[in-house]
């Protein structure tokens, strides 16, 4: 077996035209029959990193200028003047700080999706892009982390989460689902960063035999001394197979776990023995459509990635958004089906100010925007593998999921057991802060693309040298070893 | 006694150096005097190498139990020691201390999986070693210890094999 991606590997003498068409057409469509030598591939990824146009940097400093402004002034201006410049007010305690931080935990859990179930389940076209999907879990938990910390309000005080004894006699409730949240995303946080860094090494060396400077410095520290041993090969497998079946139960604990900080609520509209399932879907259902977002602007603007993502895995990753928009709707209505018939009269009053309050409008944008535009676009392969096309959707559903975690929290807050108190959220500095977490993502992603090997060259010749075309009768037809 | 000397033979492909691995067995290199290194992961039964071991998984189990003995120390001593009373729960009630538990098992088992790398690859290490930058290009290399009258006899044979280039390892600062 070729260890080097070999230009023609499987070819046959060509019989006809058609046929050899027929073949040049798969390999065209599929990077794994698409193979090329591996140097040229590392050189590919590497100079994906060094090549920064100046448009890069204007966008890079005016994010950055973004987050100064939103993130560090406007936080500086709630930690001194407190939260009364927020918008948060009876009976409104929880507002866009915590959409916030659904919506970013929501978002991080595309990356374990794709790699991880995606590798337990060996879907090889996961592998151009399994790391740019782990990145964003790292990065999108760090905006989560961030939105905690916002909602906190007295932030010099987060270290009373800790449990370690102390004079005040104070202990965090573990009873509590705020102290399992604690629990869960820094069990999912410092797992998804350790994933992502496993299957790293090897290119993290790969870069280092191929830099210079402070890049050859970073890359050599970063890279641990890894030569690709035997041993460091196994050791690496084993590891990254137990992280691959291991992550994905805490992946569903963290968000059911954050389910339950509304569910385990003995509220109408939040009390709901489904809320974890759902959560976990709409997680799904945003992260996959940012993954989408993600794939399709690394392709349109870094160096050489036309190569590595193509149209199929715009299809691949369209049919899985299309299958978990059916399953986010069939949860929806599941949750929505039995508060209804339930016949609560508070529920009823809820349910009716969802629909037709003055919010009205945002409920019935979820509904297009989460189910009737995928179902209605993404059946078409055609669409599917359209990047315009594919991005307008990802980013539709991204705001109908906020929508979603803003109905479920500031809008089911508004109104209550209390008439006389109810009131609309009217957000104050929430909308600088949440602009400056997502310019923060973004700069973060961006700056990680210059530094970070986004492709997993090895995991890609690996691939490469699973596939080869075999002809049955006058049909080539793809196949797969299985080479572990 | 005789000091071995350390070759480096580079092969271009999977096949030529499983044979090379082969031809080092039937002329008397014992098999823990040669190590494969590749830029991808090549299986021990692909090149007819010992199977290899790894503790990371008696690590991640060891990293487990200790996750939930922290996580049992949360969930019960914790109670215990600063009680609360939650609604009518008991004191140490059943389905929080599960949600500890659970978390707590994964971290554990989660780090030591990936400390375990560490400690089993002896990570980080940057004292010189034997490597050469094509092999991240796809080359495999085999680092064959031997003693310097079998040398000439090894390169021939790895050469004849298909192998690029025999030359002696050289520690070189990755």
């Known amino acids: ?484 | 006694m005789t000091e071995k000397t350390m070759l480096l033979a580079l092969f271009p492909d999977i096949d030529p150096a499983a044979q090379a691995v082969q031809k080092l067995r039937d002329i008397g290199v014992r098999d823990d005097h040669v190590n494969v290194i590749s830029g991808i992961p090549v299986t021990e039964a692909m090149l007819g190498r010992p199977k290899q071991t790894s503790n990371v998984p008696r690590l991640s189990a060891g990293g487990a139990v200790a996750g939930m003995l922290l996580g049992m120390f949360l969930a019960f001593w914790a109670p215990s020691s600063y009680p609360l009373n939650v609604g009518g729960q008991a004191i140490i009630p059943g389905p929080p201390t599960v949600v500890v538990l659970f978390e707590m098992t994964m971290l554990g088992m989660l780090i030591s999986t990936f400390l375990g790398v560490f400690l089993d690859s002896r990570f980080p290490s940057y004292e010189p070693k034997e490597y050469v930058p094509e092999i991240s290009d796809g080359k495999i290399a085999l680092l064959i210890e031997c003693l310097p009258e079998e040398e000439s006899q090894i390169e021939a044979e790895m050469t004849r094999l298909g192998a690029e280039s025999v030359k002696h390892a050289e520690a070189q600062t990755l």
């Not at chain 1, 191929?210 to 970073?218: A, F, H, I, Q």
């Open chain 1, 1 to 484: 077996m070729a260890v080097l991606a070999n230009a023609a590997p499987h070819a046959q003498p060509h019989s006809n035209s058609a046929e050899h068409d027929h073949e040049a057409h798969l390999r065209e469509e599929h990077l794994m029959l698409d193979p090329r030598p591996r140097g040229e591939m590392n050189a590919m990824v590497m100079d994906s990193m060094h090549a920064t146009g100046w448009k890069f940097w204007v966008i890079a400093s005016i994010l950055a200028v973004i987050v100064v402004i939103c993130l560090g002034y406007y936080w500086g201006l709630m930690i001194s003047e407190g939260m009364v410049v927020a918008g948060i007010n009876r009976p409104i305690y929880w507002g866009i700080f915590l959409v916030n931080t659904v919506f970013w935990i929501g978002i991080s859990h595309a990356g374990t999706f794709v790699s991880a179930l995606l590798r337990v389940f060996k879907a090889e076209f996961r592998r151009p892009f399994t790391r740019a999907a782990e990145l964003m879990t790292t990065f999108g938990l760090v905006q989560a982390g961030l939105s905690i910390f916002m909602h906190m309000g007295r932030v010099w005080l987060a270290f009373w989460l800790f449990p370690y004894p102390n004079e005040r006699g104070l202990w965090p409730n573990f009873h509590s689902p705020l102290s399992w949240d604690f629990l869960a995303i820094n069990t999912y946080l410092m797992s998804s960063t350790m994933y992502l860094f496993l299957p790293l090494i090897p290119d993290l060396a790969m870069a280092r035999d191929r830099s210079t400077g402070w890049r050859k410095v970073l890359y050599r520290i970063l890279a641990l001394g890894f030569r690709g041993t035997e041993s460091e090969w196994t050791h690496l497998r084993f590891a990254m197979n137990l992280f691959a079946f291991a992550i994905l139960p805490v992946m569903f604990s963290v968000h059911t776990i954050v389910s339950w900080d509304f569910a385990a609520a003995m509220r109408p509209g939040w009390n709901s023995t489904i809320f974890g399932p759902y959560f976990v879907v709409g997680a799904l259902q945003s992260g996959l459509s940012a993954v989408a977002m993600v794939l399709i602007v690394i392709r349109g603007n870094m160096k050489n990635m036309k190569y590595f993502i193509r149209p199929e895995h715009l299809d691949a990753i369209g049919k899985l958004m299309l299958i978990i928009s059916m399953a986010w709707a069939y949860f929806f209505f599941n949750d929505y089906m039995v508060q209804w018939y339930g016949g609560d009269s508070w529920t009823k009053v809820l349910l009716k100010f969802h629909e037709e309050g003055p919010l009205g409008w945002m409920w019935m944008s979820m509904l297009i925007l989460n189910v009737a535009l995928p179902w209605l676009i993404l059946w078409n392969k055609n669409w599917r593998r359209n990047p315009v096309i594919l991005f307008t959707v990802g980013f539709l559903i991204n705001i109908a999921m906020w929508f979603e975690r803003y109905i479920i929290i500031p809008t089911s807050l508004s109104i209550n057991r209390f008439p006389f108190t109810y009131q609309l959220y009217k957000p104050g500095v929430e909308v600088q802060l949440s602009i400056g977490t997502l310019a923060l993502f973004i700069l973060l992603y961006m700056l990680a693309s210059r530094i970070i090997p986004l492709v997993p060259v090895w995991e890609v010749q690996e691939g490469q040298m699973a596939h080869s075309l075999r002809k049955f009768g006058k049909e080539h037809v793809v196949t797969v070893s299985d080479l572990e």
